[in-house]
């Protein structure tokens, strides 16, 4: 249960104002777009929500952590939604950015996360990847090796 609180208390404050407050924001006075706008940004937001929900259930469960850096997972997590992405949570947040763009008609929120993913890589290029080659050693570069940093690799058989 103090994982689960610790869990949804990061998800409002980062995720929450990262992926849902800002970009909302940057929608400023806009009406909601229909039809087939509509249809895109609900399913973006499902599916970056579902992601989002799968990784940090993976941190929790397989890692017994939160994605909070202060409460990171003990154990590496390569199973589940991390078998696909070294960093779902990032890709789910750029995910819901791109369907508050749609919800919206608007580009900016598209710029917006054009300088989130930028600042993700840096993150993940100048801290994430050295800490977890550190902490997981060969574990990790095995990992790094089998799977992208943002989206699956096609394997050769």
Request: with cysteine; aromatic share 14%.
């Amino acid at each position: 249960m103090k994982l689960f609180l610790k869990v949804a208390l990061f998800t409002v404050v980062v995720p929450g104002s990262v992926a849902v407050l800002v970009p909302f924001l940057l929608g400023g006075d806009r009406t909601v777009a229909g039809g087939a706008w509509l249809g895109l940004a609900v399913c973006l937001f499902a599916l970056g929500i579902a992601i989002y929900l799968r990784a940090v259930w993976d941190f929790a469960k397989i890692g017994q952590g939160t994605p909070a850096p202060i409460d990171a997972p003990k154990r590496l997590v390569v199973r589940g939604i991390y078998r696909y992405s070294r960093n779902p949570l990032y890709v789910a947040m750029l995910i819901i950015v791109a369907g508050w763009a749609a919800l919206f008609g608007t580009a900016l929120p598209l710029a917006y996360a054009a300088g989130l993913f930028i600042l993700y890589s840096l993150v993940i290029r100048l801290h994430e990847e050295p800490h977890l080659a550190r902490e997981f050693g060969d574990e990790y570069t095995v990992y790094t090796q089998q799977v992208g940093r943002w989206l699956f690799r096609l394997r050769r058989r």
